[in-house]
């Protein structure tokens, strides 16, 4: 992740250290050798194409008008060694959750395709990422599932605020410092199951399971997600 604004009780370390002169700098790190590397760091790019910034994203992605269009994210486990993911449908606000075998990009990559592979086609049209380095795979999962992927501006959880909601919601099956590489992908689909069967007042109080019911169908494919 990249720093571009620093929030809270980053702020004030971020304030400092741009304090410092640069020459100060260079004597705390020792040899001249190691300029080098923070030049380096500093000038960095991200793996982020500029053509894949959210803000290239269709307007009727950014409206929900229809279905198809994904956010995604990892929640991590104890010392950020295990994690699942999460997957939550814009305008259903279905969720789907994905096994993972570690928190490598190519886990990423293995299991978010896995559990979008099952979805119908008219379902698999984007997911939007944020920017963390599990995702360097992001082309490959592109030319895998056929679809777009979308990235949020660094540092900007409200771009992917129905994610970051369920994240939240899956805390209470998922707690915060529990090992995560134990939890099954079938243990993963009844958690699922439980967080799209609960009324939400964004989608009139209906289920997101319900909501995604008349989704399937319109097209045609009634429960084939439920």
């Not at 793996?47 to 995604?72: M, N, Q, S, Y």
Request: some cysteine; charged content about 25%.
């Amino acid at each position: 992740m990249f720093l571009h604004h620093a929030h809270g009780p980053l702020a004030h370390l971020w304030g400092k250290f741009v304090c410092l002169r640069h020459d100060t700098i260079l004597s705390r790190i020792g040899a001249s050798s190691k300029s080098g590397a923070i030049h380096r760091s500093l000038g960095r790019k991200s793996f982020v194409p500029d053509e894949l910034r959210i803000v290239h994203r269709p307007e009727e992605i950014a409206t929900r008008k229809w279905p198809g269009h994904w956010e995604g994210d990892l929640i991590k486990g104890a010392s950020n060694r295990s994690c699942v993911g999460t997957l939550v449908e814009r305008k259903t606000r279905f969720v789907v959750l994905c096994c993972m075998d570690g928190c490598t990009a190519s886990d990423a990559l293995e299991g978010f395709t896995r559990q979008m592979k099952k979805l119908p086609a008219f379902l698999r049209e984007s997911p939007t990422y944020d920017r963390g380095t599990e995702m360097t795979c992001h082309v490959e999962q592109a030319r895998q599932l056929n679809l777009d992927i979308w990235f949020a501006d660094p540092y900007a959880p409200w771009q992917r605020g129905s994610n970051e909601n369920t994240n939240g919601l899956l805390r209470q099956f998922l707690p915060k410092g529990m090992d995560l590489s134990g939890i099954s992908q079938m243990q993963l689909n009844d958690i699922a199951k439980l967080l799209n069967g609960r009324p939400r007042q964004t989608l009139g109080w209906k289920t997101p399971e319900e909501v995604m019911a008349m989704e399937l169908a319109d097209a045609g494919l009634a429960n084939r997600c439920t």
